[in-house]
């Protein structure tokens, strides 16, 4: 147990008026008790957030204490006047066996399809499925920088962003650590246009989605900031996104039609060896 929690609970116990006398049937050392369940200083260390000292602390402990303590009497008190508690035990026995069959179909997942879809794979259904992977809105290739409207050097940056050369993002990104409010250099993927609508002051962007198909420098500003947007490359709404951005999704969804193979055929052995070995009884024929 932390020494923050120590002093937090020590605090609490005061607060509360103290701990039960009664001796837990659990491991752990008790810090209150409803009804027979009890709640443990073990407990409460899992769940304190990192960082919280003093007054914190103390506050922290004192509302979990008081949330668990109000559950349980509120539990108590449901679980007296709730009538139908047969079928409450059989939704949670139910809920119980598929948390465990998922559990464990998904371990099974894990160690069979990890790493298992190669980039031929993913081709393959790009090349297959193009219609999927049209682009719902405009996307762009680019760099963005927000900086001070004041900033020294404008003309300069302004070259930086316009000129596409590996020495001069050098420069760009050693002057934007200390300068710039926000700097994105995104020539490497793709991202939708409606991000720097909400970036920077441009009404543009949001009424005219092939802005800047022909527009591949915007610079605004504003009382505080000046905004530079470089177009590298424009994708209009409607063409096929580039296998580059389709490939996480194909990935997902590759992996998702395998699970489902995986866990039917899994299902589909089980079954015939469960037949083999006689160990499946039917009572009533089913037509």
């Not at 050097?153 to 002057?175: A, I, P, Y």
């Not at 926000?182 to 609508?197: E, G, K």
């Amino acid at each position: 147990m932390t020494v923050t929690l120590k002093y937090s609970l020590m605090a609490c116990a005061f607060l509360f008026g103290g701990c039960s006398s009664s001796v837990s049937p659990g491991a752990g050392t008790p810090l209150a008790e409803v009804n027979g369940a009890f709640l443990y200083e073990e407990d409460v260390d899992r769940v304190m957030p990192v960082g919280l000292h003093g007054a914190d602390s103390v506050n922290f402990v004192k509302q979990y204490v008081r949330d668990w303590v109000g559950d349980a009497l509120l539990y108590k008190k449901a679980k007296d006047n709730v009538p139908d508690n047969q079928r409450i035990e059989e939704l949670v026995s139910s809920y119980r066996k598929t948390l465990i069959m998922h559990t464990y179909q998904e371990e099974l997942v894990k160690q069979k399809l990890s790493g298992a879809i190669t980039d031929a794979e993913v081709e393959q259904y790009y090349n297959q499925n193009p219609e999927l992977f049209r682009a719902d809105a405009p996307y762009i290739k680019g760099l963005f920088v927000k900086v001070p409207v004041n900033v020294p050097n404008l003309n300069t940056l302004r070259g930086w962003c316009r000129n596409n050369v590996e020495s001069n993002l050098d420069r760009l990104e050693k002057f934007c650590v200390g300068t710039a409010v926000n700097y994105d250099y995104f020539f490497d993927r793709w991202l939708p246009v409606s991000d720097f609508a909400s970036k920077m002051p441009l009404a543009a962007l949001k009424s005219n989605p092939g802005y800047l198909s022909n527009d591949k420098n915007v610079e605004v500003k504003d009382s505080l900031f000046c905004y530079i947007l470089h177009v590298e490359q424009f994708l209009p709404k409607g063409e096929i996104l580039p296998l580059e951005y389709a490939q996480n999704e194909i990935k997902e969804i590759l992996v998702n039609q395998k699970r489902t193979e995986f866990i039917n055929q899994m299902k589909s052995e089980l079954y015939r060896e469960a037949s083999e070995d006689k160990k499946i009884k039917y009572y009533k024929t089913i037509d």
